[in-house]
C-alpha cells in the first residue's frame, strides 16, 4: 500500500512570494489534514478534511494560509504572501474516517522563508 | 481545552540501556493517547495508543507504555534500546468525542554506542 504522498519535499522562497504544497492521501482514505510543525515544536492542525469538506480550519491562519481538496482525494495548501515565521515543515496526513484513532503521516515538505 | 507536556526536549542513552521518555497531559475529560516517532526526514509514525481497557499498551519495536490516570501520566518505555531508536518521539493526545490531536514538543533520544 502506497503511503502519503508530499512534494516538493524542500521548497526555499522569499518572503511576500507565494508557495504551494502537494499531497495525496492514501487511496480511499476520506480524511486529510494539514499540519505546520515549526523547529522544536510539535506539529499544529492547520486544516481537516473529510471527503471534499472542511471538518476544522479553526488555527489556519486564514488571511494567508489556503486549502482545497476539490475532488475529495489530493490536497493542495497555499501561502499567499509568505513571512518568515511560516518557515516550518508542513505535514499531510490521511486517516480512513473522521474519528480514525490512526493518521498517517507523509514525509512533509520542508519550507524555508528568507 | 487539552495539552501535553514533554518535559525533556533531549534524552541521551547508551545503547542497550532503558529509557523512559515521559509525557503528562491536561484535561478535564476522558482522553486518548498516542505516541509518534519521528526518524530524520521522515514523517511520524504511529507507535501505540491507548484507547480504553489495559493501561500497559505495548507497541512497535519493542516500545510500551503506561496510563496512569491519577498522575495524568503516558510515559514511553523500552527496557533495552538500540541505535536505530535514535528519533524525535511526539506524545498526542485526542479528546473522546473530538477529532484533534495534540502534539508535545517532541523528545529527542539519542542512542550512543
Known amino acids: 500500500e502506497a503511503g502519503v504522498a508530499q512534494s516538493p519535499r524542500y521548497k526555499i522562497i522569499e518572503k511576500r512570494q507565494s508557495v504551494a504544497f502537494w499531497c495525496n492521501p492514501i487511496?480511499?482514505?476520506?480524511?486529510l489534514y494539514w499540519y505546520q510543525q515549526i523547529l522544536g515544536q510539535g506539529p499544529k492542525l492547520l486544516i481537516q478534511f473529510q471527503n471534499n469538506g472542511v471538518v476544522d480550519d479553526s488555527q489556519l491562519p486564514k488571511d494567508r494560509f489556503s486549502a482545497e481538496r476539490l475532488k475529495g482525494v489530493d490536497s493542495t495548501l497555499k501561502i499567499q504572501p509568505a513571512k518568515l515565521e511560516d518557515s516550518a515543515v508542513y505535514l499531510c496526513?490521511?486517516?480512513?474516517?473522521?474519528?480514525?484513532?490512526?493518521?498517517?503521516f507523509g514525509p512533509g515538505t520542508r519550507l524555508t522563508v528568507l | 481545552a487539552q495539552s501535553v507536556t514533554q518535559l525533556d526536549s533531549q534524552v541521551p542513552v547508551f545503547e542497550e540501556a532503558p529509557v523512559e521518555l515521559r509525557c503528562n497531559y491536561s484535561s478535564s475529560v476522558s482522553v486518548y493517547l498516542f505516541w509518534y516517532v519521528q526518524y530524520p526526514n521522515q514523517g511520524l509514525q504511529l507507535l501505540l495508543k491507548?484507547?480504553?481497557?489495559?493501561?500497559l499498551v505495548k507497541g512497535i519495536n519493542g516500545f510500551e507504555a503506561e496510563f496512569n490516570k491519577s498522575q495524568t501520566s503516558f510515559h514511553l518505555r523500552k527496557p533495552s534500546v538500540h541505535i536505530s531508536d535514535t528519533a524525535e518521539y511526539f506524545c498526542?493526545?485526542?479528546?473522546?468525542?473530538?477529532?484533534?490531536?495534540?502534539f508535545g514538543t517532541g523528545t529527542q533520544l539519542k542512542v550512543e554506542l
Open positions: 491507548y484507547l480504553s481497557g489495559s493501561t
Open positions: 498526542a493526545v485526542r479528546v473522546g468525542g473530538g477529532n484533534k490531536l495534540t
Open positions: 487511496s480511499g482514505h476520506a480524511t
Open positions: 496526513a490521511s486517516s480512513p474516517v473522521v474519528f480514525s484513532d490512526t493518521q498517517y
